[in-house]
């Protein structure tokens, strides 16, 4: 059965994830670095890996320092108060503004999502346009 199926590499992929996780999840995050975790992995996994996390610290520890228990709820707060941000550009914009369609946009809208990101996600449409334009002109 189809179904079955999916859920039997649903299960799996969370279990490749949540033992070896891509981004190291700690209360000690600033929230730059849990923002962009929150991107790349998306609230649920996130809440996820805080919870093995946590649990994995404590598994591991003979005390839990004083608040330590809040700052792990902090993260799971955190995840749930996330609200998702879009990369404001497309493929189509990288058409419109010249760029042959192919790889090249691919490739050129990804570095541009990355400048994005490493900016914390402020820059806006335009900015990120004329990042692309930048870009495409060397």
Do not use: Y
């Not at 179904?3 to 209360?27: N, Q, S």
């Not at 790349?40 to 809440?47: C, H, Q, S």
């Not at 790889?103 to 050129?108: K, P, T, W």
Request: aromatic letters at 8%; one cysteine or more.
């Amino acid at each position: 059965d189809r179904r079955a199926d999916a859920l039997r590499w649903g299960v799996l992929a969370w279990a490749i994830l949540l033992a070896d996780p891509p981004v190291a999840i700690k209360p000690e995050m600033d929230t730059r670095a849990r923002r962009r975790a929150f991107h790349g992995l998306g609230a649920e996994m996130f809440r996820s890996l805080t919870i093995v996390a946590w649990a994995d610290e404590v598994s591991h520890a003979s005390f839990e320092p004083h608040g330590r228990n809040q700052a792990w709820l902090d993260l799971l707060k955190a995840a749930d108060d996330w609200q998702p941000v879009e990369f404001p550009l497309k493929g189509r914009d990288a058409i419109a503004i010249g760029i042959p369609s192919g790889e090249r946009v691919g490739a050129l809208l990804a570095e541009v999502e990355t400048w994005w990101i490493e900016g914390d996600f402020r820059a806006g449409r335009e900015e990120c346009l004329a990042r692309l334009r930048e870009l495409a002109a060397t």
